[in-house]
């Protein structure tokens, strides 16, 4: 589990090294299915080289974070800005709703981001506990033991905190806790932590689509071009350059891409 650069993000007091291991849990189901902690202390370079109880500290926060990031996505301004268009069956894509309609969308939402890490914990429940391996099962209950851990299987291994409600009122409350001025509806094309992709997406307020890409970025935007238009204009530019889509909005910055770029931009 080799660790990746990191970032000191807005949040408080949340190290390069929690967004490092963060990182790397999210490749293992973070937030929703993890090995258990004396497995991850174990298999991890940095942190079976580190004394116990920074270790499990470091390990501790990490989760944490991949659960608010995972939050902090759920309840992101743009995609209450996508319900509440859906919602309204609006065609107009140029209406903005404000950050007191965002925010109450994302408290209504709460139940559902409950009921999602409900079922998770309910599917982990029901699993094996592999009793049915004796000698494979005792060396598990040693190790647990070994790294400070009770014998019997955890109840569960994400990592959410044990409130989840109150998690996601605690995460809603730090997004939508500082206002943000609307501006028109724009397509972009912006860059976060690796500069040879670029997202190219359509937006009705340009600041909550930056506030939400530095929660779950590791570095500040880079804002390559924005263009006044709509949604059309979202498909056509991914139609054009469709052969270097990497994941969804997120494209390879080619040559073409970056062409495309300084034409605009100069025209």
Avoid at 175 to 194: E, F, G, R
Avoid at 244 to 265: C, H, P, Q
């Amino acid at each position: 589990m080799g660790l990746s650069p990191a970032w000191s993000c807005t949040m408080p007091e949340v190290t390069e090294a929690v967004q490092a291991l963060a990182d790397t849990l999210e490749h293992l189901g973070a937030p929703f299915s993890l090995p258990e902690d004396w497995v991850i202390l174990c298999d991890n370079d940095d942190l079976r080289h580190m004394s116990r109880s920074k270790a499990k500290q470091l390990l501790g926060k990490a989760k944490k974070e991949t659960a608010r990031r995972w939050l902090a996505g759920r309840f992101d301004p743009s995609e209450m800005d996508q319900e509440l268009s859906e919602e309204s069956g609006c065609s107009d894509e140029s209406q903005v709703f404000d950050d007191g309609q965002l925010k109450q969308r994302a408290i209504t939402s709460i139940d559902d981001a409950v009921s999602t890490v409900m079922s998770s914990r309910d599917a982990f429940a029901k699993l094996a506990s592999g009793v049915t391996q004796p000698a494979a099962h005792e060396k598990t209950v040693a190790a647990r033991v070994a790294y400070g851990y009770p014998r019997e299987r955890p109840e569960r291994t994400d990592c959410f905190d044990q409130d989840v409600r109150r998690q996601c009122v605690r995460v809603i409350n730090e997004i939508y806790s500082h206002p943000v001025k609307s501006s028109a509806a724009v397509v972009y094309l912006i860059s976060t932590d690796n500069p040879e992709f670029v997202k190219i997406g359509f937006t009705k307020c340009l600041e909550h689509r930056l506030r939400s890409l530095r929660t779950a970025s590791h570095v500040e935007p880079t804002i390559r071009l924005t263009i006044a238009g709509t949604q059309s204009l979202e498909r056509e530019l991914h139609t054009r350059f469709a052969a270097s889509r990497a994941n969804r909005e997120w494209f390879r910055l080619t040559e073409d891409i970056k062409a495309f770029i300084a034409s605009a931009s100069a025209g």
